[in-house]
């Protein structure tokens, strides 16, 4: 037995590991999804000159700023236990409205507004019918996708050039970073948004709701929160959000056309979920998000250093890694009792 | 019988509204012509452009009646139609009908062993349907494109542009291989026991365990087939472009496909299916979008119309909300019981329904509260 | 905490209809501060739609309740727990992804300079807890606990509102019982505190062991209140089972004359059959035509025993043997094919397919017997479907309406003949009789014996004594998820001799 009490360098260390890991299990999903992105991105460093500059690594935030916000939004409806096939359509119609308005000759400042607006708004029916209607989210967010994309062709189907000299200040506008670098005012503003939405989540009833619903609704129910209201809102932020990255992508890009933002909604999906949110909602950080983000760009940045590979293994291996993030959370997840 | 085509009725309306409204906008829409041994007209293109719509809700049906759902299967017709065009494409002779036979061959059993996929992450591993097939949405593409290498590959070879626009005694080839495809799905699930077990499992996964259904090899079958419809679809699609195109081959089908489903009647929460509803709401679909393109109004508002369908279809198949709009109609009666977020339903001990005295017929008492 | 004057809960003359019963009739509930105070009542008997009406899930259709002395209108769970009245559900009802700060805490949560306080919140949480005797890591998630620490979890939530009240709906049932100790403890100093608790189980040996004073309920009428001095367990699982006789027109005396000769082999031989949670490994055979009647009280492991035999449930230990040969208990398929057929008690969640037709409910065992390559020809169809409706008195507009459509009873009846039709072996029903009337009650009983006449080993469970007296050749009687007895039903067994075992058997 004595042999027993001594416990072997090897077992000490596994019993270290499982000391560090339990109690902290929630966090193993978006600590291997920066662990995934420090790899990707030190293969990187280590395959290609000019590769770890730190300009190159802030060119990932400023290329990607509107799928962040647009990753943050969805980031609340999946930890409340739903989903927003949405998204990449409120973008595109958001980005159409400013475009037009412009050329119409509204002032940027009520431009802008207006469009986020009309985004918290489509989320806001989104939700209303789900919470009232019981529609599925997946339906109903279909259905949302559908009338938002519809909404920009009745605009126009033509795309329409941003020419407004404030939008263009604003697209120009970067702040400068220590070393020579900077970032575009799009990621100074995605980073925020990240930034508040972290902060509403975990620090305000709201966004403590927004967990308690997803990690069970008919509990949270009976603990007196108010779920319909949860429920309405997250859609409502998801429509911001996508809204707010709509207009990001206008300062990005500098024209509004019916087809932007096209299969944006997946995108963002997947990169909540390679950022380590549980699909079936309560778990998950919108650091995570932001780091799916990245992920997902980092990506690209290797295929365009690369050369030789093509965009489309962007694609395949965001589905890989969806795979390997949905099955090491159903190899995480507590074993339901019953 | 009677109930099948009381459920049946509404689609039905909306189809005959359709037409009519095409009718009267555009003079001669009912003519039919034949040209060159193949019949012409806007109805013959309703159904020849539907046929891989329709394909695609034949399988979904059968996995939303088993409370599933495939997102891949754009992604599916894609990779399908990838398959095939680069193997005719690499053949010595693009137009022999034996190597568009082998290529055909080889893109339909891919598409089968990607719903065969599917069906393990969502019937062996229990991931969430949506989550499961959503992999293959974002995977499946980008497959496509490593397949054609990121161009559009198009092929010059007869036999293959023959299986969209050949035609047999005036009939277009697409609309028969729907028809072919009608009737096989037709036979296997209501001329077998499959249909019997698909809504079985489907009504009541546990009862139908119970009662002896293998449950998880009827959904993985299901996926399976539904990746095959899939593949047929993705064929139709690029033989009738003579082109494979990753990016755009079969581009939000699947959400046409799942609102065909709909529409024909199936519920989205499992059970009871009907092919004859999915055939029917199918060919709403495409009238749809041909009826746009007929009337001359921009092809995209298609896409309003197809969103107000949608919440139509689900507030229509809401309890919810088909008791708030009854309320009015039932002179002088009680609003109708609300479920969902009204409260908890009534529930007895341990969760079954009071059934302590009484034999489950309402108590006439109860319903004046 | 202030001593209030007068009861801390006063219900009384409780009515509560749901469609097509009454569950409550005139109930009623009285608690003292500071006191421990049993619900009790058989399944349907109202306990559960009596603690509803309290915490404001129903709403009563007649009655008063009366909290701390003043007249009061509970309006949801949320307007219960401001009137001082928490509950701590079976299932616990917290939310497992979260922190086990957050869980006691949440909508209460301390608020700092910017916004919540984590660390006031797991500050507060922690001293909660540690004056509840708990040593717990507040910051974990909550579903990182067993279950038990989150039934305590839940009351922790309780005490934290300041409940005068706190309701346990069968806190123990999934405890071991260590936890059980711990969960007792907890409580006793709640009722030092003055609290008034509802104590809710199926474990007498805990209602004598924790409780002052007990209600008991059945059929949805009071049937009185006791001290657990003036009333043994044996009295009380009397009054809690009641008195069935005469209820029915009976089925022909007793149904059968003793056991059949032992000498003949067993149809059905299992050996150790058990599942961690659910059933103690237990031994048991039947013989072809024998009916052996599964007595004990809800929560004893009844249920799970027979789902057991069936594959319902895979078994952790234990082997099966249909006449001599093993049979694989991983899904139910391996059973049916030796003959085996189960009828669930809950017909509505394992039973039936509500959306299909009488007609496919009642042929959906053969026909996955058959398999799918297979299906049956319509006359014959037809002509099977006809027998059994008529042969089972179901009372079904056409064989084509959904079976949802119909009563329990007939609903119960399609479920009995979907096994009828494959000529089982050995018919394993649970509960067939519960929540149908007293008509096709009747029916049923002579259903089965008839079956057994006919050579058909039978396996049935039922709450009701009676029944099990009047059907079975032998009685298994289980308690505390083991089986403590078998019985042979000679003439001598009587209601009086099952009940003791119900109460007392295995506890010497």
């Not at chain 1, 308005?101 to 985004?119: D, F, K, S």
């Not at chain 1, 949905?326 to 190899?331: E, N």
Request: net charge neutral; aromatic share 6%.
């Amino acid at each position: 037995m004595t042999g027993l009490s001594t416990p072997t360098p090897a077992a000490s260390a596994a019993a270290r590991v499982r000391a560090l890991v339990d109690g902290r299990r929630r966090f193993i999903p978006v600590a291997v999804s920066g662990l995934v992105l420090v790899l990707l991105f030190a293969v990187g460093s280590v395959r290609y000159t000019g590769f770890a500059e730190p300009q190159v690594m802030l060119n990932l935030l400023v290329n990607n700023s509107f799928l962040i916000v647009l990753a943050v939004g969805v980031t609340f409806v999946i930890l409340a236990g739903g989903i927003d096939l949405s998204t990449g359509s409120v973008l595109a119609l958001s980005a159409m409205i400013c475009a037009w308005l412009l050329r119409e000759g509204w002032p940027p400042l009520l431009v802008i507004p207006v469009a986020l607006l009309a985004g918290a708004a489509i989320g806001f029916l989104q939700g209303c019918i789900i919470h009232f209607y019981g529609v599925q989210p997946f339906i109903a967010t279909l259905g949302g996708m559908f009338f938002a994309r519809g909404l920009c062709y009745l605009i126009s189907t033509e795309s329409i050039p941003i020419t407004d000299p404030l939008f263009g200040t604003l697209a120009q506008a970067r702040v400068p970073l220590p070393g020579g670098t900077s970032l575009s005012l799009g990621a100074v503003v995605a980073l925020a948004a990240a930034g508040a939405a972290a902060f509403v989540l975990h620090r305000t009833r709201f966004g403590r709701s927004v967990y308690a619903v997803g990690g069970s609704e008919s509990s949270a129910m009976l603990m007196g929160l108010p779920v319909g209201r949860v429920k309405i809102g997250v859609y409502t932020v998801s429509g911001f959000c996508a809204a707010l990255g709509g207009v990001l992508y206008t300062l990005y890009i500098a024209s509004g056309n019916s087809l932007h933002g096209l299969g944006m909604e997946l995108d963002a999906i997947a990169a909540v979920v390679i950022g380590g949110t549980l699909l079936t909602g309560g778990f998950g950080y919108v650091l995570g998000s932001v780091v799916g983000v990245l992920t997902l760009g980092t990506i690209q940045t290797i295929l365009v250093f690369e050369g030789t590979l093509s965009s489309w293994w962007t694609r395949i291996v965001a589905g890989v890694l969806l795979l390997v993030f949905i099955l090491l959370q159903r190899a995480l997840a507590p074993r339901t009792v019953k | 019988m009677a109930a099948q085509t009381r459920r049946l009725a509404w689609p039905l309306l909306v189809l005959v509204g359709l037409l009519a409204a095409n009718a009267v906008a555009t003079p001669g829409f009912f003519a039919v012509t034949v040209k060159g041994g193949r019949l012409y007209g806007s109805l013959v293109d309703i159904l020849h452009f539907g046929a891989p719509l329709l394909l695609i809700a034949l399988g979904m049906t059968v996995v939303i009646a088993l409370r599933g759902i495939d997102l891949s299967v754009g992604a599916v017709v894609a990779v399908s139609g990838a398959v095939a065009c680069e193997i005719i494409v690499a053949a010595g002779d693009p137009s022999s009908p034996g190597a568009v036979a082998g290529a055909v061959a080889a893109a339909l059993a891919l598409s089968a062993l990607l719903g065969l996929w599917n069906g393990f992450l969502a019937a062996v591993l229990r991931i969430q349907p949506i989550v499961a097939t959503l992999i293959l949405m974002v995977a499946g593409r980008g497959l496509a494109q490593l397949i054609t290498d990121g161009q559009i590959t198009t092929v010059t070879s007869e036999p293959y542009r023959g299986i969209a626009a050949g035609s047999l005694a005036a009939v277009p080839y697409t609309v028969l291989m729907a028809a072919v495809t009608v009737l096989v799905m037709w036979v296997a699930l209501r001329r077998t026991a499959l249909g019997l077990f698909v809504e079985a499992v489907g009504g009541n996964a546990e009862a139908a365990r119970l009662a002896g259904i293998r449950a998880t090899g009827l959904s993985v079958a299901a996926y399976a087939v539904c990746g095959l419809c899939a593949g047929l679809a993705g064929i139709v699609i690029s033989a009738n472009t003579g082109s494979a195109d990753g990016n755009n081959a079969g581009l939000w089908i699947e959400l046409d496909a799942i609102l065909a489903v709909v529409i024909g009647g199936t519920l989205l929460t499992g059970g009871r299916f009907s092919i004859a509803g999915t055939v029917l709401g199918a060919v709403i679909v495409q009238t749809l979008s041909t009826t746009v393109y007929t009337m001359g109004v921009p092809p995209e508002s298609a896409l309003v119309f197809k969103a107000v369908v949608v919440f139509v279809v689900c507030l229509l198949q809401s309890p919810r909300f088909r008791a708030q709009v009854a309320a009015p109609f039932r002179r002088g009666g009680p609003p109708a019981p609300a479920g969902g977020a009204g409260g908890p339903a009534p529930e007895e001990e341990d969760g079954t329904m009071p059934t302590a005295t009484g034999d489950g017929r309402p108590d006439p008492r109860e319903v004046r509260r | 905490m202030e001593t209030a004057a007068g009861p801390a809960v006063q219900m009384s003359g409780i009515v509560k209809d749901f469609p097509g019963v009454r569950a409550l009739d005139g109930a009623g509930l009285h608690l003292e501060p500071g006191e421990v105070h049993a619900l009790l009542g058989e399944n349907g008997a109202g306990k559960s739609t009596l603690i509803k009406v309290l915490t404001g899930v129903h709403r009563p259709d007649a009655g008063s309740i009366e909290v701390g002395g003043r007249p009061v209108a509970v309006d949801g769970p949320q307007d219960a727990e401001r009137h001082g009245i928490a509950t701590v559900y079976q299932e616990v009802n917290l939310c497992p992804n979260l922190s086990v700060a957050e869980n006691v805490l949440l909508g209460r949560e301390p608020r700092g300079r910017f916004g919540i306080s984590p660390r006031r919140m797991n500050r507060r949480a922690a001293e909660l807890a540690s004056g509840m005797g708990l040593d717990l890591d507040v910051t974990r998630a909550l579903g990182e606990y067993p279950i038990a620490v989150q039934q305590l979890v839940a009351i922790l939530r309780a005490v934290d509102l300041d409940a005068r009240v706190l309701v346990l709906d069968e806190p123990t049932s999934s405890l071991d019982r260590d936890e059980v100790r711990i969960l007792f403890g907890l409580v006793e100093r709640l009722r030092s505190r003055g609290v008034a608790i509802l104590f809710v189980t199926h474990f007498l040996d805990q209602v004598y062991e924790l409780c002052g004073r007990m209600t008991v309920l059945r059929n949805g009428r009071p049937v009185g209140t006791f001290t657990t001095d003036e009333l043994d367990q044996r009295g009380l699982v009397g009054l809690m089972l009641g008195e069935q006789a005469g209820e029915l027109d009976r089925v022909e005396g007793r149904a059968h004359e003793g056991a059949p000769p032992p000498d003949e082999p067993p149809l059905l031989h299992a050996r150790g059959l058990g599942r961690e949670g659910g059933v103690a490994p237990y031994d048991l055979d039947v013989a072809p035509g024998q009916i052996v009647g599964l007595a004990g009280l809800l929560g004893s492991g009844r249920t799970e025993a027979v789902r057991l035999l069936f594959g319902a449930d895979r078994p952790d230990s234990g082997s099966l043997e249909v006449d001599g040969r093993l049979v694989s208990l991983r899904t139910p398929r391996a059973p049916i094919a030796a003959g085996l057929a189960y009828c669930s008690e809950d017909r509505k969640a394992e039973g039936l397919v509500a959306d299909l037709s009488v007609a496919d409910n009642l042929l959906l065992a053969m026909q996955a017997a058959r398999g799918w390559m297979r299906p049956m020809p319509r006359k014959a169809r037809a002509e099977l479907v006809e027998r059994y409706i008529s042969a089972l008195r179901v009372r079904t507009a056409s064989p084509d309406t959904p079976v949802g459509a119909l009563s329990g009873g007939n609903q119960q009846k399609v479920l009995l003949g979907r096994w009828l039709i494959m000529r089982p072996r050995l018919l394993i029903l649970d509960e067939p009789t519960r929540g149908i009337d007293v008509g096709a009650k009747a029916e049923v009983q002579r259903l089965v014996a008839a079956e057994a006449e006919e050579g058909t080993a039978v396996l049935f469970v039922s709450s009701e004594l009676e029944e099990v007296l009047r059907l079975s050749h032998r009685v298994v009687v289980l308690r505390d998820r083991r089986v403590v007895s078998a019985l042979d039903n000679d003439g001598g067994l009587d209601v009086d001799g099952v009940l003791a075992e119900i109460a007392e058997g295995g506890a010497r």
